[in-house]
Nanobody, 125 residues
Framework: QLQLVESGGGLVQPGGSLRLSCAAS????????MGWFRRAPGKEREGVSC???????NYADSVKGRFTISRDNAKNTVFLQMNSLNVEDTAVYYC???????????????????WGQGAQVTVSS
C-alpha cells in the first residue's frame, strides 16, 4: 500500500528549527516531484516547497532563505529543514507526491496525487 509518513513535527520557540521527514513506501520517490504543503488554522492549504525529479527546487516567498527541501534517495525520504521559525509557520505540514513524471515541480496542490497524513508544527513562546 502506498504510504507517505511525515515525522519531526512538534513545538518550538520562535527563532528555532525543526526538520520534517517524509518517508515513502511502495514507490520510489526520486521518480517523482515531491512537495511540502501546510494548512494553518482557518486558512487554505498552501504550497511551501517542492523538489523535482531532477532535483530543482521551488519555495514559497514566505519561506525562502529559511526552509530547505532535500531528498535522500537511499532512504526514500524527503526532508524539510525549517530554520528561523516564527508563529506564522504554525500549521499542519503535509508531504505529497506528483505522479505525472513532470520535469519541474509546482506549488499548486492540484498537481499532487498522493498525500501524507500531516505533522503538526507549533511555533510558540
Amino acid at each position: 500500500q502506498l504510504q507517505l509518513v511525515e515525522s519531526g513535527g512538534g513545538l518550538v520557540q520562535p527563532g528555532g528549527s525543526l526538520r520534517l521527514s517524509c518517508a515513502a513506501s511502495e514507490f520510489t520517490l526520486d521518480y517523482y516531484a515531491m512537495g511540502w504543503f501546510r494548512r494553518a488554522p482557518g486558512k487554505e492549504r498552501e504550497g511551501v516547497s517542492c523538489i523535482s525529479r531532477s532535483g530543482s527546487t521551488n519555495y514559497a516567498d514566505s519561506v525562502k532563505g529559511r526552509f530547505t527541501i532535500s531528498r535522500d534517495n537511499a532512504k526514500n525520504t524527503v526532508f524539510l529543514q525549517m530554520n528561523s521559525l516564527n508563529v506564522e509557520d504554525t500549521a499542519v505540514y503535509y508531504c505529497a507526491a506528483d505522479f505525472r513524471l513532470s520535469s519541474v515541480c509546482l506549488l499548486s496542490k492540484n498537481n499532487y496525487d498522493y498525500w501524507g497524513q500531516g505533522a503538526q508544527v507549533t511555533v510558540s513562546s
